[in-house]
């Protein structure tokens, strides 16, 4: 027992004399206690915060109304759009018109000649001469039937004759309406060979497929008219954007590479889903756009409806490791004698951005009332939690 208490001594003797040497008879030197902030606090000193430009703020609810992206072209509505034909067909006697001419309701276009206008015109005028003293006999005769002084199989002969050469005439009229001319006050002096082609619309010329003498059959194009006072965009979405899009949002749009911006209105969404799982939308053009014509190609931004939403200036918002993050006010506090602020990182999810604002939300049990949000200088922080050490203490 007494051989294990000497060996103590002399190892406990040995540490003291190892410690004092290597101290050199100084007293040791004093562990300095370092402090280690939490991965999601930046501390700055009151001048860092200035030189940074912190403001803070409180998060606000605004209404944001986000956008969309879109492409289509310009196109006319269909009673906007006119095909001109000729029922009948015939010879062009005559036409002045060139693509791009302005043209009015009712005007002429060219002039057609065909014998088939005369044989009309003629059939006509004899059908209704017939019809005349046809209609004057079947008064005749149901007066006399009625005194008992004709017949009952006389009268019905007169009926039916009377009937057909209506309906003959009947006819007649609805095939020179077709072929332009009017049948209530046309007489015999007023027969010809050659008659107008008018036009629909108002608008201007956009192809003329006819030249002097060339014979044009009734499916024949003579000439397309274009009314650009009334266009719609027929815009081409994706189907994952179908809920963000719906009658009645505005839309600004631009065509070729030009930097004025016009605007249209959506009047119906598409209602099928196409192969390539896009689909439509369209758009009454508002305003007057002198430069803009069917078949034209346009870059359309859509603006979806305003909601509100939990909001903060989009600077206040910093990205970092493809996340994104807000800074708040966590505490002051004093080192040394000398006053430091904290401020804490937390993450957030972005939602639309409208007019410098950006919809944010908020990780769960998080006090809007009372958190103070960095405003400005959000991503003089970020740099800080960067390059620990050169902003941050």
Known sequence: MKKYRI???IIVSAF???LVSCSGGKKPAEVKAIEVLPEDIVELRGDQIQLAGIQTGAIETRALSGTLKASGTVAAAPQNLATVSMPLGGFVKSTTLMPGNSVQKGQTLAILENQEFVD???????ARNKFEYAE???NRHTELYKDDVYSQKNLQQVTTEYKNLKAQVKALEQKLALIGINPANFREEDITRAVPVVSPISGYVKTVNINMGKY???SDVLFEIVNSDKLFLELTLFEK???KVTSGQKIRFFINNETEEHEAMIYQTGKSINADRTYKVYASVTGVCKNIIPGMYVNAIIESSSSKVTALPTEAIVSFDDKDYIFIFDRNK??????FTEYRMVEIRKGVTDSGFTEIALPQNFDIQKARVVLKGAYNLLSAKKNAGEMSC
């Not at 009309?120 to 004899?126: A, D, G, P, R, S």
């Not at 004093?334 to 006053?339: C, V, Y």
């Open 241 to 243: 954007d179908a809920d």
């Open 334 to 339: 004093e080192e040394g004698g000398k006053p």
């Open 16 to 18: 003291i004399i190892t």
């Open 7 to 9: 060996l103590i001594t």
């Open 136 to 138: 004057a006999e079947f």
């Open 120 to 126: 009309i015109q003629q059939n006509f005028l004899e």
């Open 216 to 218: 044009v059959a009734p």
